[in-house]
């Protein structure tokens, strides 16, 4: 167990639709990353914030969005759903921002598996 | 974006040990180099991480040569529960705006035979 969750394991959900995903960090660690992982794409970085701000940006398109809460739970919002966006998204966390200097490890969660139909 | 690549799939037998490479060519200068072992359904797990040279730990060994484009990860004397998905994570920085993206290796698919 990582320390990292996510909510929830599993989503259905229907194209056009917008659905939530939750994270949820380590204790203490204030990095957030969001990641896409479909058979195609490999793992595909979408998204950091670290203590609420974002941080770095990659591939994300512009139908998701991401915050981080003063809590330091991240929520990634997918909008405008379309077929090609069924994957696993994993959230990963780690103390430092970026991967300068030693224990920088990210630790991920288990993922959600989005199906969209 | 240059990618970072690496064998799709390697076999091996048990007790043998095992090299997997990575390429990545447009690293970020300050950055470590960072690998993770994945199941079938499960988030990455990290396994090592190093700068330059040879790191080891308990489970894994890294190879950096001098002009970090390239990393090895060596497993010695593999069993089948390391039968999983091998990737390497590094840091791109790209231009004066210094617009960064962690990048996965393409990733490689170890299968481990009795």
């Known amino acids: 167990d990582s320390g990292v969750t996510q909510t929830p394991k599993h989503l259905i959900t229907a194209t056009g639709q917008r659905v939530t995903l939750r994270c949820s960090p380590r204790s203490g660690d204030l990095s957030v990353y969001w990641y896409q992982q479909s058979l195609d794409q490999g793992l595909q970085f979408l998204i950091q914030y670290y203590n609420g701000e974002e941080r770095a940006k990659g591939n994300i398109l512009e139908r998701f969005s991401a915050q981080q809460f003063p809590d330091l739970h991240s929520e990634l919002n997918l909008s405008s759903l379309e ?3 069924s994957a696993l998204y994993f959230c990963a966390s780690s103390v430092v921002v970026g991967l300068a200097g030693p224990h920088n490890e990210q630790f991920f969660g288990p993922g959600t598996r989005l199906t969209v139909l | 974006l240059a990618k970072t690549t690496q064998p799709i799939s ?13 390429s990545h060519n447009n690293i970020a200068t300050n950055d470590y180099i960072t ?26 060994s890294l190879f950096i040569p001098a002009d970090r484009k390239s990393s090895t990860l060596s497993l010695p004397r593999v069993s089948l529960s390391d039968t999983a998905v091998y990737y390497c994570l590094v840091g791109e920085s790209k231009g004066t ?11 490689t698919r170890l299968k481990v035979l009795a």
């Open chain 1, 83 to 85: 077929l090609g966006d």
């Open chain 2, 10 to 22: 390697m076999d091996s037998y048990e007790g043998q040990e095992v090299n997997i490479t990575c």
């Open chain 2, 35 to 60: 690998w993770y072992q994945q199941f079938p359904s499960q988030g990455p797990r990290f396994i090592i991480q190093g700068y330059k040279t040879k790191v080891t730990n308990e489970v894994a």
């Open chain 2, 97 to 107: 705006s210094g617009t960064y993206k962690y990048i996965f290796g393409t990733g």
